[in-house]
């Protein structure tokens, strides 16, 4: 059973930075893919930044140039590192990882981004 546990969610003015920890519980770290999503009030999820087994990543258009997604095997952890935030990017941030194709992976439970003006 893999359970993905979040942190670093907070308060921010526009322009500032955050930084968001995923800890990955499990027998082992090994995932198609792992990813950041904004869930939306209706529970909708949008996809912010993944990696791709292989070392490969993707971005938002949104996101790109101003967050980095990057993943520790030894700690288990996925990192989104977020800077230049806008109140655009308020949301709650979800943490997903996928060990193979045709599955829906797992979620955590989120963190609560907001960005005023």
């Known amino acids: 059973q893999v359970q993905l546990v979040e942190s670093g969610g907070g308060s921010v003015q526009a322009g500032g930075s955050l930084r968001l920890s995923c800890v990955v519980s499990?027998?082992?770290?090994?995932?198609?893919?792992t990813g950041w999503y904004r869930q939306s009030p209706d529970m909708q999820r949008q996809l912010v930044a993944s990696?791709?087994?292989?070392?490969?990543?993707n971005y938002a258009a949104s996101a790109r140039g101003r967050f980095t997604i990057s993943k520790d095997d030894a700690k288990k952890t996925i990192d989104l590192e977020m800077t230049n935030l806008q109140p655009s990017d308020t949301g709650l941030y979800v943490c997903?990882?996928?060990?193979?194709?045709?599955?829906?992976?797992?979620w955590g439970q989120g963190v609560q981004v907001t960005v005023s003006s």
């Open positions: 997903h990882a996928r060990k193979n194709l045709g599955t829906p992976g797992s």
């Open positions: 499990g027998r082992d770290f090994s995932f198609i893919t």
């Open positions: 990696i791709i087994r292989g070392g490969a990543r």
